[in-house]
């Protein structure tokens, strides 16, 4: 079984930066991927970066040169830093990891004040 514990939510005013950090236990070997969503208030959940086991990144549209996702392999954690960032990007931010099924941290919340 895979936990991840997200840390590193706060409050920020538009044009700052947080760090999220997502830390990783159980089943480490098994992940093919790990990713950090967002979900806003009546909003879906959505993607907003994820890193295949490879390296290989992906991220979605509106985040695009303002978030990174980078992992540390010793640490077992992985992170999403988020620079530039705007109010519309208020949301509660999970961690995800997926083998064969996906796995979820319990979120973390991220207020931006204009």
């Known amino acids: 079984q895979v936990q991840l514990v997200e840390s590193g939510g706060g409050l920020v005013q538009a044009g700052g930066s947080l760090r999220l950090s997502c830390t990783v236990s159980?089943?480490?070997?098994?992940?093919?991927?790990m990713g950090w969503y967002r979900q806003a208030p009546g909003k879906k959940r959505e993607l907003v970066a994820l890193?295949?086991?490879?390296?290989?990144?992906t991220y979605a549209d509106p985040v695009k040169g303002r978030f990174t996702i980078s992992r540390d392999n010793a640490k077992n954690t992985v992170y999403l830093q988020m620079n530039s960032l705007k109010a519309e990007d208020t949301a509660v931010y999970y961690c995800?990891?997926?083998?064969?099924?996906?796995?979820w941290g319990q979120g973390t919340q991220v207020t931006v004040s204009s």
């Open positions: 995800n990891a997926i083998t064969t099924r996906g796995y």
């Open positions: 159980g089943g480490i070997f098994s992940i093919n991927a």
């Open positions: 890193m295949a086991s490879g390296g290989t990144t």
